[in-house]
């Protein structure tokens, strides 16, 4: 502890990033797992190429939120799909991608001796489910940029509405909170307490949805506060910019949720400040809670690490948040440097805050009304440090690691620790080829285990689910290994 207050000092002083190698006594990387970038998910009903010519179910973006569901169960979701393939920049490169969540099985095995590494992950696809609505939502026609209209031709197929990537799906009298728009670009995911829904939020509107797991289909919405919202729409992200005075910075809306382990309540965390906070230039982000029964909301100012000077202020952005318990939390702060990039990882670091003494902002702009009830966070763990003393270069770390989940707690070397689950944003591109890899790499769909020691988290409470165990109930496995090198490895009961 001493350690990780004198980390928050140094950064207090200092307009420079975090100089200590860890801020607590005792997170360690367990195991490192991957699935292809250049596969497909299960949702057949989807595999025709899209407007850019990508595979419609391309198997990409699955660190965009991650959740953990249970057992060795998590669920993952995509963005608004492959963007990142240049075609039509009036609609911002989007596609008709039909959004969707990924079921995953991310089980923990003991390693064998000699391994770098306590634990292997080989992950597994086991579902993929597509999001939509039972109402008629807006699609755009498209004939002003020159494209198809933006429905999917499998809503005539189906009898549904399905939520999509596309960014002219919207309806342009509307401000972007209207939730009958059919473009959605989810970032978060989170498992709900009956198991049986999931909460998901968005960057477009910002939304925080709440859909069926077995079906997919929204069943609950979540009134956001007017003053996230733009009131100008447009499909190009930098017009929607310009263009309003306050709400959301396009493409950096609701980028983090977390639930309360009792899932009474979410807090859904803003990538970027909002317009009228100072935007992408701005020093504090919101946090916004949402009580789940009443609807009823309130707002904490994230003060952003300032990457570069005091005299020009450099900030990145948040990427997630998961509870520790219902008032302490861990989030993702991270530059967009890395693989995917053909720049250097520098920033992504984990921080942990606490709200349970802030103050409600939601009265609150600007910069300098912000700054008097920012509350105070300190480094949790510097992914980036982590990594490369593993053996990764940093031109390899993935240049967007964005989604934080606990999961089930295992032994390394006989003493019980939490996991947290970190994972990436391949922007659907499973192969990068750059001046840092002139004869190309594989960018695939990568997921990092951390070990938490219960000390360094002594608020920790893992969520409740049905059965405890997980969604059906059934008892969780307990592995034990008797190697010498990786005492007592196994699995407990996670959050």
Same mark, same amino acid.
């Given at each position: ?170 309806? !342009?009298?509307? &401000? ?5 728009? *059919?473009?959605? @670009?989810? #970032?978060?995911?989170?498992?709900? +307490? $009956? %198991? ?116 020009? !202020?450099?900030? &990145? ?5 998961? *509870?520790?318990? @219902?008032? #302490?939390?861990?989030?993702?702060? +991270? $530059? %967009? ?116 020691? !219960? ?41």
């Amino acid at each position: 502890m001493i350690r990780a207050r004198a980390c928050a000092l140094s950064f207090a002083l200092s307009a420079l990033t975090v100089a200590c190698s860890s801020a607590w006594a005792s997170v360690d990387l367990i195991a490192i797992g991957q699935l292809s970038g250049n596969g497909a998910d299960r949702s057949k009903a989807t595999a025709a190429p899209l407007e850019n010519g990508a595979p419609g179910n391309l198997l990409g973006g699955l660190g965009s939120g991650l959740a953990y569901a249970g057992c060795d169960t998590f669920l993952a979701t995509p963005d608004r799909g492959p963007n990142a393939i240049a075609y039509k920049k009036a609609i911002d490169d989007t596609a008709s991608y039909i959004n969707r969540f990924q079921t995953l099985i991310l089980r923990l095995e003991a390693g064998g001796k000699g391994d770098a590494l306590p634990y292997t992950l080989n992950p597994k696809l086991v579902d993929t489910t597509l999001l939509h609505a039972r109402e008629p939502l807006v699609y755009g026609d498209g004939a002003a940029y020159g494209v198809g209209n933006g429905a999917p031709a499998l809503n005539a197929t189906n009898h549904t509405h399905y939520f999509m990537g596309r960014s002219d799906n919207f309806a !342009p009298a509307r &401000p972007s909170s209207f939730p009958l728009d *059919a473009r959605f @670009d989810p #970032e978060s995911i989170r498992v709900a +307490r $009956d %198991g049986a829904s999931v909460f998901i939020s968005d960057e477009y509107g910002p939304y925080v949805y709440r859909f069926d797991r077995r079906t997919g289909e929204r069943i609950a919405a979540y009134r956001v506060p007017a003053s996230f919202a733009v009131t100008t729409l447009s499909p190009v992200g930098n017009d929607e910019i310009s263009e309003n005075t306050s709400g959301r910075v396009a493409n950096k809306g609701m980028e983090g949720l977390a639930i309360s382990p009792d899932g009474d309540t979410l807090f859904g965390v803003m990538q970027s400040p909002l317009i009228q906070d100072g935007g992408t230039n701005g020093a504090y982000t919101r946090i916004l809670r949402i009580d789940v029964r009443t609807g009823k909301t309130a707002q904490f100012a994230y003060p952003l690490t300032n990457l570069g000077t005091a005299d020009k !202020p450099n900030y &990145p952005t948040i990427s997630d948040i998961v *509870a520790v318990n @219902d008032h #302490e939390f861990l989030l993702d702060e +991270r $530059d %967009g440097k890395g693989l995917g990039d053909d720049s250097t990882a520098k920033f992504k670091q984990v921080y942990h805050v606490d709200i349970a003494d802030a103050q409600d902002v939601s009265q609150t702009s600007g910069e300098s009304g912000l700054a008097p009830y920012a509350i105070k966070k300190t480094l949790f763990l510097d992914v980036v440090k982590a990594l490369t003393a593993y053996g990764f270069k940093a031109t390899d770390i993935p240049a967007k690691i964005e989604s934080l989940a606990f999961g089930p707690d295992v032994r390394v070397g006989g003493k019980l620790r939490h996991t947290l689950f970190i994972a990436n944003d391949n922007d659907f591109l499973g192969t990068v080829k750059d001046t840092n890899h002139p004869d190309g790499i594989d960018n695939p769909n990568r997921f990092f285990v951390f070990a938490i020691d !219960p000390a360094d988290l002594p608020g920790y409470v893992a969520q409740r689910l049905p059965g405890a165990n997980g969604r059906d109930g059934k008892a969780c496995r307990f592995d034990r290994d008797d190697h010498d090198d990786h005492d007592d490895h196994g699995h407990g009961h996670g959050q």
